[in-house]
Protein backbone atom coordinates (compact mmCIF):
# COMPACT_ATOMS: atom_id res chain seq x y z
CA UNK A 1 0.00 0.00 0.00
CA UNK A 2 3.29 2.12 -0.09
CA UNK A 3 3.53 4.26 -3.11
CA UNK A 4 5.56 7.21 -4.36
CA UNK A 5 3.58 10.17 -3.75
CA UNK A 6 5.83 12.93 -5.38
CA UNK A 7 10.15 12.60 -6.98
CA UNK A 8 12.07 15.94 -6.69
CA UNK A 9 14.66 16.43 -8.79
CA UNK A 10 17.08 19.20 -8.08
CA UNK A 11 20.46 20.74 -10.22
CA UNK A 12 22.14 22.82 -7.97
CA UNK A 13 24.56 24.77 -10.14
CA UNK A 14 25.82 27.52 -7.72
CA UNK A 15 25.56 30.44 -9.93
CA UNK A 16 23.15 32.36 -12.39
CA UNK A 17 23.25 32.82 -15.87
CA UNK A 18 24.09 30.28 -18.92
CA UNK A 19 24.92 27.39 -17.14
CA UNK A 20 21.75 27.84 -14.97
CA UNK A 21 19.85 28.04 -18.09
CA UNK A 22 21.43 24.96 -19.88
CA UNK A 23 20.69 23.52 -16.33
CA UNK A 24 17.05 24.04 -16.62
CA UNK A 25 16.72 22.26 -20.16
CA UNK A 26 18.26 18.88 -18.99
CA UNK A 27 15.39 18.66 -16.79
CA UNK A 28 12.93 19.94 -18.88
CA UNK A 29 14.36 17.15 -21.02
CA UNK A 30 14.07 14.61 -18.74
CA UNK A 31 10.66 15.70 -16.98
CA UNK A 32 8.58 16.87 -19.62
CA UNK A 33 8.06 20.39 -17.48
CA UNK A 34 9.13 23.26 -17.04
CA UNK A 35 11.21 23.74 -14.03
CA UNK A 36 10.82 26.37 -11.02
CA UNK A 37 14.36 28.34 -9.91
CA UNK A 38 15.63 29.17 -6.40
CA UNK A 39 17.47 31.70 -5.04
CA UNK A 40 20.43 31.73 -3.12
CA UNK A 41 19.15 32.67 1.15
CA UNK A 42 22.33 34.89 1.82
CA UNK A 43 25.32 36.52 0.36
CA UNK A 44 28.48 34.03 0.62
CA UNK A 45 31.31 35.81 -1.05
CA UNK A 46 34.09 32.45 -1.12
CA UNK A 47 31.16 31.12 -3.62
CA UNK A 48 30.66 34.18 -4.99
CA UNK A 49 26.93 34.11 -4.98
CA UNK A 50 24.57 37.14 -3.99
CA UNK A 51 21.57 36.80 -1.97
CA UNK A 52 18.30 36.20 -4.14
CA UNK A 53 20.33 35.15 -7.04
CA UNK A 54 19.51 32.58 -8.65
CA UNK A 55 21.14 29.15 -7.85
CA UNK A 56 19.71 26.53 -9.05
CA UNK A 57 16.42 24.94 -10.65
CA UNK A 58 13.80 21.64 -9.43
CA UNK A 59 10.85 20.53 -10.71
CA UNK A 60 8.27 17.72 -8.82
CA UNK A 61 7.03 14.99 -10.72
CA UNK A 62 3.99 12.70 -9.50
CA UNK A 63 2.23 9.05 -10.69
CA UNK A 64 3.77 7.30 -13.28
CA UNK A 65 6.75 9.40 -14.48
CA UNK A 66 7.44 10.19 -11.58
CA UNK A 67 8.19 6.21 -11.16
CA UNK A 68 9.83 5.98 -15.09
CA UNK A 69 12.48 8.71 -13.79
CA UNK A 70 13.35 7.12 -10.52
CA UNK A 71 13.92 3.61 -12.56
CA UNK A 72 16.36 5.27 -14.64
CA UNK A 73 17.95 6.71 -11.94
CA UNK A 74 17.92 3.71 -9.83
CA UNK A 75 19.38 1.70 -12.15
CA UNK A 76 22.60 4.16 -13.00
CA UNK A 77 23.15 3.13 -9.53
CA UNK A 78 22.86 -0.54 -9.99
CA UNK A 79 20.21 0.08 -7.16
CA UNK A 80 22.24 0.02 -4.48
CA UNK A 81 21.66 2.34 -1.92
CA UNK A 82 23.21 3.31 1.53
CA UNK A 83 21.16 3.48 4.34
CA UNK A 84 21.65 6.68 5.23
CA UNK A 85 20.34 7.78 2.00
CA UNK A 86 16.69 6.99 4.07
CA UNK A 87 14.67 9.90 6.05
CA UNK A 88 12.72 8.93 9.75
CA UNK A 89 9.59 9.79 7.50
CA UNK A 90 10.40 7.39 5.55
CA UNK A 91 11.59 9.32 2.67
CA UNK A 92 14.74 8.60 0.34
CA UNK A 93 17.02 10.29 -1.62
CA UNK A 94 20.64 10.36 -3.84
CA UNK A 95 22.54 11.74 -6.02
CA UNK A 96 24.23 10.81 -9.67
CA UNK A 97 27.30 12.51 -11.16
CA UNK A 98 26.74 12.56 -14.77
CA UNK A 99 22.61 13.37 -16.40
CA UNK A 100 23.66 11.50 -19.50
CA UNK A 101 23.98 7.98 -17.78
CA UNK A 102 19.52 8.31 -17.88
CA UNK A 103 19.63 7.90 -21.42
CA UNK A 104 19.47 11.94 -22.08
CA UNK A 105 21.91 12.14 -25.72
CA UNK A 106 24.93 14.36 -24.27
CA UNK A 107 25.01 18.04 -26.17
CA UNK A 108 27.78 19.91 -26.24
CA UNK A 109 26.34 22.82 -25.79
CA UNK A 110 24.60 22.18 -22.87
CA UNK A 111 27.10 19.54 -20.60
CA UNK A 112 27.27 17.32 -18.26
CA UNK A 113 25.22 18.34 -14.94
CA UNK A 114 24.87 16.47 -11.87
CA UNK A 115 21.38 15.98 -10.55
CA UNK A 116 19.86 14.93 -7.05
CA UNK A 117 16.83 12.77 -6.59
CA UNK A 118 14.35 12.89 -3.48
CA UNK A 119 11.31 10.61 -3.37
CA UNK A 120 8.37 11.28 -1.09
CA UNK A 121 6.61 8.00 0.26
CA UNK A 122 3.51 7.56 1.67
CA UNK A 123 0.35 5.77 1.51
CA UNK A 124 -3.68 6.18 0.74
CA UNK A 125 -4.96 9.19 3.09
CA UNK A 126 -1.65 11.11 3.11
CA UNK A 127 -3.18 13.94 1.50
CA UNK A 128 -5.37 14.42 4.74
CA UNK A 129 -2.42 16.36 6.09
CA UNK A 130 -1.87 19.04 2.93
CA UNK A 131 -5.63 19.16 2.09
CA UNK A 132 -6.67 22.57 2.19
CA UNK A 133 -10.20 22.27 3.91
CA UNK A 134 -10.33 19.92 6.75
CA UNK A 135 -6.94 19.54 7.63
CA UNK A 136 -5.80 17.21 10.31
CA UNK A 137 -2.31 15.35 11.51
CA UNK A 138 -1.65 11.69 10.08
CA UNK A 139 -1.57 8.84 12.77
CA UNK A 140 1.44 7.04 13.35
CA UNK A 141 -0.45 3.79 11.95
CA UNK A 142 -0.94 5.60 8.52
CA UNK A 143 3.52 7.06 8.64
CA UNK A 144 5.25 5.33 6.56
CA UNK A 145 8.84 4.90 8.75
CA UNK A 146 12.35 4.52 7.83
CA UNK A 147 12.32 0.47 8.19
CA UNK A 148 8.84 0.70 5.47
CA UNK A 149 10.45 2.51 3.13
CA UNK A 150 13.67 0.38 2.93
CA UNK A 151 11.74 -2.96 2.72
CA UNK A 152 9.72 -1.55 -0.08
CA UNK A 153 12.87 -0.62 -1.84
CA UNK A 154 13.91 -3.90 -1.25
CA UNK A 155 10.69 -5.35 -2.72
CA UNK A 156 9.67 -3.01 -5.56
CA UNK A 157 13.15 -2.40 -6.83
CA UNK A 158 14.81 -5.49 -5.81
CA UNK A 159 17.44 -3.03 -4.08
CA UNK A 160 20.35 -3.68 -2.42
CA UNK A 161 20.89 -1.57 0.93
CA UNK A 162 24.65 -1.25 1.87
CA UNK A 163 25.98 0.06 5.16
CA UNK A 164 28.87 1.78 4.16
CA UNK A 165 28.63 4.75 1.50
CA UNK A 166 30.04 4.24 -1.43
CA UNK A 167 33.12 6.26 -3.17
CA UNK A 168 33.66 6.84 -6.46
CA UNK A 169 37.36 7.55 -7.08
Given at each position: DISIKKLCLNICVGESGDRLTRAAKVLEQLSG??????????????????????ISCWCTVRGAKAEEILERGLKVKEFELWKGCFSDEGNFGFGIDEHI????????????????FYVVLGRPGYRVRYRRARKTRIGPKQKVTKEE?????????DGILTSKKQRIR
Open positions: QEPCFSKARFTVRSFGIRRNEKDLGIKYDPNIGIYGMDAQKWFQTKW
